[in-house]
Nanobody
Framework: VQLQASGGGLVQAGGSLRLSCAAS????????MGWFRQAPGKEREFVAR????????YYADSVKGRFTISRDNSKNTVDLQMNSLKPEDTAVYYC????????????WGQGTLVTVSS
């Protein structure tokens, strides 16, 4: 599976961005999908996760109520809608795929940079 993240950019605080992760090479319908981020000088952290049917999702406390993860298995894509962005959301965002029988994420995208100005 190859994952391609896109949609990053520069936005003012309070604004919105929508990230998209497109997969090729294999259908995503058997994978849990997640978004992670890594800010400058910090370790990568979990942002959101969605089950393979799209009915169950989990969020980091820091983004709960502001970010929404969704997926379209027919298009092999996973999106992250980010609203009410804050400067502390500035990071490189990565999408990742975990097969339902795996204990960890198997595939990672290359990352897309989100910069939130104050």
């Amino acid at each position: 599976v190859q994952l391609q993240a896109s949609g990053g950019g520069l936005v003012q605080a309070g604004g919105s961005l929508r990230l998209s992760c497109a997969a090729s090479g294999r259908t995503l319908s058997s994978y849990f999908m997640g978004w992670f981020r890594q800010a400058p000088g910090k370790e990568r952290e979990f942002v959101a996760r969605i089950g393979w049917t799209g009915h169950i999702s989990y969020y980091a406390d820091s983004v709960k109520g502001r970010f929404t993860i969704s997926r379209d298995n027919s298009k092999n894509t996973v999106d992250l809608q980010m609203n009410s962005l804050k400067p502390e959301d500035t990071a490189v965002y990565y999408c990742a795929a975990q097969h339902t029988v795996s204990l960890s994420y198997d595939y990672w995208g290359q990352g897309t940079l989100v910069t939130v100005s104050s």
